[in-house]
């Protein structure tokens, strides 16, 4: 990962952690202000404790990355669609998988060749202000992701141009490998009608078995970007529906 590309990942998660902690702090700022004023002289009296809210509920949400068909739309050398889902376990924290397929193709003058993967990604969101109500499931998180996929290139032909001895056609043998890399997200999400949630999120991808690429790199893999590239930067939007039920 170049020197750029590492400032860049750095500025933003500490730009980041600066934000959401500007906005706690205002908050337990406020909170202190509306305290009532104890004169110092009084006896230090012992008050109960606010009744603890219970929000206790399950909460499964599905959802798409709509931003890839809008993509895909665009593109006429890769696709690929993306799908989510999500757990509410509790205290802000969710337990979230991702996955999805996509395909690519290069078609250079003097390479050819196609590439089609899977996806899959497994960890966890942690939202970073406690739930005021029991109809709140909306706000900001940050998470991490392992991610995985299976990459299928097809025989790929080339054509070494020399002007002087002349030009050299071959081909490589088409190959199977996997992926494997690590990301940091942070997003928002909110619920615009009963049920229906809309949300957004930044990535920070980092490729762990780069060297699987050193033959010949896919142009894309679908869910993590070029596969040229040790990291990668991504935007999502997701449309999704939450399903809930009470806690026994």
Not at 87 to 105: D, F, I, M, Q, V
Not at 161 to 175: E, F, M, P, R, V
Request: proline share 3%; aromatic share 16%.
């Amino acid at each position: 990962m170049s020197i750029q590309s590492t400032l860049r990942y750095t500025c933003i998660l500490v730009f980041s952690f600066l934000l959401f902690g500007a906005i706690n702090a205002k908050a337990q700022v406020a909170a202190i202000d509306t305290m009532p004023m104890v004169p110092a002289d009084s006896a230090v009296i012992d008050t109960p404790k606010a009744p603890k809210i219970e929000l206790g509920s399950h909460q499964l949400t599905i959802g798409i990355n709509i931003l890839r068909p809008v993509i895909n739309a665009y593109s006429t050398d890769k696709y690929g669609y993306e799908f989510a889902a999500d757990y509410y376990l509790k205290n802000e924290l969710y337990l979230a998988a991702e996955g999805g397929w996509g395909t690519s193709t290069v078609t250079y003058t003097d390479l050819k060749y196609n590439t089609s993967n899977y996806f899959f990604r497994a960890g966890f969101n942690k939202y970073l202000f406690p739930r005021q109500d029991a109809k709140d499931w909306g706000g900001l998180f940050m998470g991490l992701r392992l991610a995985t996929a299976g990459i299928d290139r097809s025989a790929a032909t080339y054509t070494v141009i020399d002007s002087l001895w002349g030009n050299n056609t071959g081909s490589l043998a088409g190959k199977s490998f996997n992926a494997y890399w690590m990301e940091i997200t942070a997003g928002v999400r909110v619920e615009l009608y009963k049920g229906l949630m809309a949300g957004w999120n930044i990535r920070g991808k980092f490729l762990l078995n780069g060297k699987s690429f050193n033959d010949l790199s896919p142009l894309y893999v679908a869910g993590y970007g070029r596969g040229d590239k040790t990291s990668a930067f991504d935007f999502n939007f997701y449309l999704s529906y939450a399903v809930r039920w009470k806690r026994h």
